[in-house]
């Protein structure tokens, strides 16, 4: 059974810090592709970062770019997104999702139930 945990969620003030983890179990974790997306009312969801299988690449929304860091521990099976300096706008639901293209090109997908942050004074 495919698991993805999120955790470290909660209330921060603007400027704070905080950080994501997301535990994963039930496949082969190393040989996918980690993301971080985001969901704040009324808006679509938004890919906010994304990690290679092997930790060798990421990528970020602008929005975040030089705030968020995600990073990955394969022996734990577990992603992380370190948010910093964050912002009123950084408030939404964070979801953690995992992915893989298999050889025939069809998608293997799968979500977590999502963590609230809220950036607020």
């Known amino acids: 059974q495919v698991q993805l945990v999120e955790s470290g969620g909660g209330l921060v003030q603007p400027g704070g810090s905080l950080r994501l983890s997301c535990a994963a179990s039930g496949f082969t974790f190393s040989s996918y592709a980690m993301s971080w997306y985001r969901q704040a009312p009324g808006k679509q969801r938004e890919l906010v970062a994304v990690?290679?299988?092997?930790?060798?690449?990421?990528n970020y929304a602008d929005s975040v770019k030089g705030r968020f860091t995600i990073s990955r521990d394969n022996a734990k099976n577990t992603v992380y997104l370190q948010m910093n300096s964050l912002k009123p706008e950084d408030t939404a639901v964070y979801y953690c999702?995992?992915?893989?293209?298999?050889?025939?090109?069809?998608?293997?997908?799968?979500w977590g139930q999502g963590t609230q942050i809220t950036v607020s004074s």
């Open positions: 990690i290679s299988s092997v930790g060798g690449n990421s």
């Open positions: 999702n995992a992915q893989r293209r298999r050889t025939d090109a069809t998608l293997d997908r799968y």
